[in-house]
């Protein structure tokens, strides 16, 4: 089994900053991808950022040039710098990891998610 605990969320004003991480552990041979999702209130959950275990990354159009992820490959963790922040950021969060059990199977897990609000 895999955990992943995530933090870092909560309030913030627009054109503040917040930055989320989110630790995995467990049963991890290796990992592929690590990534960021969100789900606003009544609508379906988006990709927010992905990064690869090469560094490549990937960002949604809306969070480019304010978001930036990130990861500790010694940590295993994967962060989420947000800057500019706006009110239609305003979501819960969800970390995702992509990777290889132990026993080599490709799996994927969930966070818990962590609640992002941006609201004066």
């Known amino acids: 089994q895999v955990q992943l605990v995530e933090s870092g969320g909560g309030l913030a004003q627009p054109g503040g900053s917040l930055n989320l991480s989110c630790a995995a552990s467990?049963?991890?041979?290796?990992?592929?991808?690590m990534g960021w999702y969100r789900q606003a209130p009544g609508k379906e959950r988006e990709l927010v950022a992905t990064?690869?275990?090469?560094?490549?990354?990937n960002y949604e159009d809306s969070v480019k040039g304010r978001f930036a992820i990130s990861k500790s490959n010694a940590k295993n963790t994967v962060y989420l710098q947000m800057n500019s922040l706006k009110p239609e950021d305003t979501a819960v969060y969800y970390c995702?990891?992509?990777?290889?059990?132990?026993?080599?199977?490709?799996?994927?897990?969930w966070g818990q998610g962590t609640q992002v609000t941006v609201s004066s």
């Open positions: 995702n990891v992509l990777y290889r059990s132990i026993d080599l199977r490709s799996r994927s897990a």
């Open positions: 467990g049963s991890i041979s290796s990992i592929n991808v």
């Open positions: 990064i690869t275990s090469g560094g490549s990354t």
